[in-house]
């Protein structure tokens, strides 16, 4: 978090340890708004918000992964319920409880995240790259934003981890051509063939928009 010094992150205002209790507090920036998830739920449209405030959002989201990642930052449990939306239409990325600084070459091996937006890499219980873990989440979270809905579901998390390594979805039919794409990029189930966040920006379905609706 005192690396994480942008508009895209609550600021961190003091830290200090708690001896009797083990805890750490950290004293945050309080940004007012919802997160992603109570405001996609508050438009109350079962195919998710407009395409050009997914765009206005998304590119956001984007540039505040690329600023992590260009500080060997990777996040690994980005969620929709982990992205704030304020009062201003400001994005801000919040829990870095499984946050790691690491090198991008260095393989990591926790298993950890939100089941719903792990990687089938993370989902294998094999060493992985945190970054390209990172981007596949977003592209679920880009799922939801366009849709309302994920693009991997299951009865029961068993069933959800083996269609999530099978990378099998329904492609979204009210969305346009080039954000198919985009999402199925992000959503590859060999990491390599993932963009990064910096190809992301440059993509041609990421146009910029100043509708914020």
Not at 12 to 31: G, I, R
Not at 144 to 164: C, D, H, N, Q, S
Request: charged share 30%.
């Amino acid at each position: 978090m005192k690396i994480l010094k942008s508009e895209f992150f609550p600021k961190l205002f003091a830290d200090f340890e708690e001896a009797s209790e083990n805890v750490l507090v950290l004293v945050q920036e309080y940004v007012s708004g919802r997160d992603l998830f109570q405001l996609i739920k508050a438009k109350g449209s079962k195919n998710g918000l407009p395409e050009d405030t997914c765009k206005f959002y998304f590119r956001q989201i984007i540039e505040a992964v690329r600023f992590m990642h260009a500080n060997l930052i990777c996040h690994r449990d980005l969620k929709l319920e982990n992205i704030l939306v304020s009062d201003r239409q400001r994005v801000k990325v919040i829990d870095f409880g499984f946050g790691i600084r690491t090198p991008e070459d260095v393989p990591l091996k926790i298993f950890c995240g939100t089941s719903s937006y792990m990687a089938p890499e993370i989902v294998r219980k094999s060493e992985y790259n945190g970054f390209k873990a990172d981007i596949w989440a977003l592209g679920v979270v880009l799922y939801v934003m366009l849709t309302g809905r994920f693009p991997f579901k299951a009865k029961t998390e068993k069933e959800l981890y083996v269609r999530i390594q099978t990378g099998q979805f329904l492609p979204p039919m009210q969305i346009n051509f080039d954000a198919k794409r985009l999402i199925t990029r992000m959503l590859s189930v060999e990491p390599s063939k993932r963009p990064t966040a910096t190809e992301i920006l440059k993509d041609s379905w990421l146009t910029f928009s100043r509708e914020r609706v």
